[in-house]
């Protein structure tokens, strides 16, 4: 996380979690799980240099074979561009559906409806989920404004880019999670 997000979530009147957005309540620090971390070595998949966990980011950052042995494995799972892109929705902008305004990112959206339409009760369809493989193109919400706040806080998009950028696997919308977690599975295996 941003340390801008991480500050929102931890605002002294709510704290919540950063993924869940459950209330967090004050805790201690794990040191069992920070004295792990600092004696346990592991070996750069890069350079085959052993290092302490603690210290693995910063040499990953550094590292350009390890850099170099991640970009292989991004394009081993890339899939070849597709040329027929009419066949794929549009993820990136919407239109307003109180009004006839359109291509709004998600966050432009959530703006525009706040500003423009936040006492507007009409039920309509969000198309930001409408957009999506599990989404429902005529499911009318019963109260969108209380949808756009607790559903599209953050953008599907970066989500899906934070997470391919993680694993590559996460970038189709459309894959099966099981799927990709039994191939991410399969991987960390093969690159021991």
Known sequence: FCTPCL???LKPKKPVCG????????????LDLEKQIETTETTCNGCNKKM???KMRSHAASCSKYQNYIMEGVKAVTKEP?????NFPNRFT???PYCSEKNFDQEGLVEHCKALHSMD??????PICASMPWGDPNYRSANFMEHLQRRHRFSYDTFVVVKAFLCPLF???DADEDDIMAQVLMRSLRDK
């Open 82 to 86: 597709l040329h027929n892109t009419r």
């Open 121 to 126: 009760a009409k039920q309509v369809v969000c």
């Open 171 to 173: 970038q189709d919308y």
């Open 94 to 96: 919407f239109p307003c």
């Open 7 to 9: 500050q929102e979530c």
């Open 52 to 54: 302490y966990l603690s």
């Open 19 to 30: 993924v869940c957005r459950s209330s967090l309540s004050p805790g201690s620090r794990a």
